[in-house]
């Protein structure tokens, strides 16, 4: 994938876990990211949007940042419902297209 | 509310094509593109082009150009994907979401179809 992530991220009840999404100049370095979280078998949802902005309807818990080629998605309490696929996305300048990190299976313990 | 619902699942041989609807519901259609993307079995999200829902302008990623076309049908607010020349490997569910500006740089999609099991098998 375009964009790295961590293959898998753990965390239990009430923590605060991050996942990472490194790219490059040609996408987050000058380009928003936006994160998505797909639950098993279902169609990925919107998490997060130009960086840090929340959808309506997306918990305060959910966060964004980003900083130079990275970007990170923090969850703050986590929730056994919490667990699922999430990944990042970005447009690339050079590619002409989108991409996407290969995802993070967040697992709550 | 805006949706996107896609056509159900296809079964085709190797070699065959396959075109998958996405209908736009509670929405200007002209007014945003519609990207497809697309996931193999236990992988990740895969981009496959973009277009447009106003002029039809298409970007196509570079692995599919040639095999690919996008279309879509204004009087329906109906996008549709053709993929030709099936093979195995082409075996994933195909989404398709909404864009949300006119520029890239500042772009993010949603919402997504339901997705399309596209199932390529001899």
């Known amino acids: 994938s375009v964009l790295t992530q961590p293959p898998s991220a753990s965390g239990t009840p009430g923590q605060t876990v991050t996942i990472s999404c490194s790219g490059s100049?040609?996408?987050?370095?000058?380009?928003?990211v936006n994160w998505y979280q797909q639950f098993p078998g279902m169609a990925p949802k919107l998490l997060i949007y130009?960086?840090?902005q929340r959808p309506s309807g997306v918990p305060g818990r959910f966060s964004g940042s980003k900083s130079g080629t990275s970007a990170s998605l923090a969850i703050s309490g986590l929730q056994s419902d919490d667990e699922a696929d999430y990944y990042c996305?970005?447009?690339?300048?050079?590619?002409?297209?989108?991409?996407f990190g290969g995802g993070t299976k967040l697992t709550v313990l | 509310q805006v949706h996107l619902v896609q056509s159900g699942a296809e079964v085709k041989r190797p070699g065959a094509s396959v075109k998958v609807s996405c209908k736009a519901t509670?929405?200007?259609?002209?007014?945003?593109?519609i990207v497809w993307v697309r996931q193999a079995p236990g992988q990740g999200l895969e981009w496959i082009g973009w277009?447009?829902?106003?002029?039809?302008?298409?970007k196509y990623s570079q692995r599919f150009k040639g095999r690919v076309t996008l279309t879509t049908d204004t009087s329906t607010d109906t996008a549709y994907m053709e993929m030709r020349s099936l093979r195995s490997d082409d075996t994933a569910v195909y989404f398709c979401?909404?864009?949300?500006?006119?520029?890239?740089?500042?772009?993010?999609?949603?919402?997504w179809g339901q997705g399309t099991l596209v199932t390529v098998s001899s």
């Open positions: 979401a909404r864009d949300n500006s006119e520029n890239f740089y500042i772009d993010w999609l949603n919402p």
């Open positions: 509670s929405y200007t259609f002209s007014a945003y593109g």
């Open positions: 277009i447009s829902g106003n002029n039809g302008n298409t």
């Open positions: 100049s040609s996408n987050i370095g000058g380009i928003v």
């Open positions: 130009l960086n840090d």
């Open positions: 996305a970005a447009w690339d300048d050079s590619l002409d297209g989108w991409v």
